[in-house]
């Protein structure tokens, strides 16, 4: 086990934004990582475990304890049949994936495409996008268990997944390291387009459904006019996606008239119109952070950005949002070394 000390975080984060980790070590192995944590027992130290950093605010003051970076490669196959599983290991970038599932013609996952991040992450906060969400394709999670040190396996059910939610991010968040994601895709299947704005895009370029590439082609290119394609030329796309999830209330705020969309448990409303309607254009400036200029949901950092300007930028955005219609935004991203 090679542990380093004191190494910035902000590289390893698609925000750009964080302080140092105290101890930060790199796992390719099941072994390797239960190594790191019988030290970090050993020595008394908190573990974060980091993926591809795109869903992370870390503190300018960083993590005071050690950071646990997964390399677990490897793909397999495990069934050759109309549904083949694949069994993913945590550190296999997620779009790569995509595009291979993709281009053998197995559907499931192609409304997905383009978002960063590795597949062990997925499942954490069920992953979605157009209409689509890992979680109706996954049918395993193996992980092991940091209180024990075992791994154990999860079937879809155990994993307690819902909107941006999951067993792991909730209820027992940081007990598991997930080590694999195993997903039953479709051989030859047509793609689920669900999403208006996707149908649109589909219907006005002749696409089949059955075309994954296709489909693949328009998710990405909708995502880029947002900005949500990762893309070192386009500075609106340092930022962690979406930093606000799409509140879900009983029913809409009474006498204003707004998007709303149904939710198994009331109403969704739209992050993005509450934010705009409460003051907050695209390309608004906080200091070196701001917001998109193609995607209102989207925080940037502008270039020298720290975590105290994101955290002061959320805190004016729920603030108005509240104030003007009573509702209650709250951030996707998972705050790391800030006080609890
Ligand atoms: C431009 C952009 C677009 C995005 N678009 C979308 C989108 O359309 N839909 C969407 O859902 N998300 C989107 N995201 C958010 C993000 O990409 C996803 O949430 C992604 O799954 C995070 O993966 P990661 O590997 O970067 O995780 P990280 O950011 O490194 O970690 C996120 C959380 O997961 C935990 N974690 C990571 N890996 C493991 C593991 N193996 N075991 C246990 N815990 C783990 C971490 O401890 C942390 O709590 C977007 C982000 C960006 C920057």
Known sequence: ?????????????????????????????????????????????????????????????GFDGLVLRLELRGITIENGDEYPLAKVAAAEPWDAFVSNAVNRGWAGI?????????????????????????????????????????????????????????????QERDRYVVLSVTFRLQRGGAATVRYPELQRYIDENGIALDDLRGVRAAVLSIRKRKGMVLDPADPDTRSDGSFFMNPIVPSPPPGIDMPHFPAPDGVKLSAAWLIEHAGFHKGFVHGNVGLSSKHTLAIINRGGGTASEVVELVGMIQRAVREKFGVEILPEPIFIGFAA
């Not at 072994?31 to 503190?59: H, M, P, T």
């Not at 495409?113 to 395993?140: H, K």
């Open 110 to 170: 192609e409304c997905l495409s383009g978002i960063p991040g590795l597949t062990g992450a997925t499942p954490i906060q069920n992953v979605g996008a157009y209409g689509q969400e890992v979680s109706e394709t996954i049918v395993r999670v193996e992980a092991l268990d940091r209180t024990t040190g075992l791994v154990t396996w999860f079937t879809n059910g155990e994993c307690a997944f819902g909107y941006r939610s999951s067993r792991f991010k909730n």
């Open 1 to 61: 086990m090679r542990l380093e000390e004191n190494v910035p975080l902000a590289p390893f984060t698609t925000i750009g934004i964080g302080g140092p980790a105290r101890f930060f070590v790199r796992a390719s192995s099941v072994d390797e990582v239960r190594e790191a944590l019988d030290w970090a027992r050993a020595n008394e130290q908190r573990v974060f475990v980091l993926g591809g950093g795109s869903n992370l605010l870390i503190s300018d003051d």
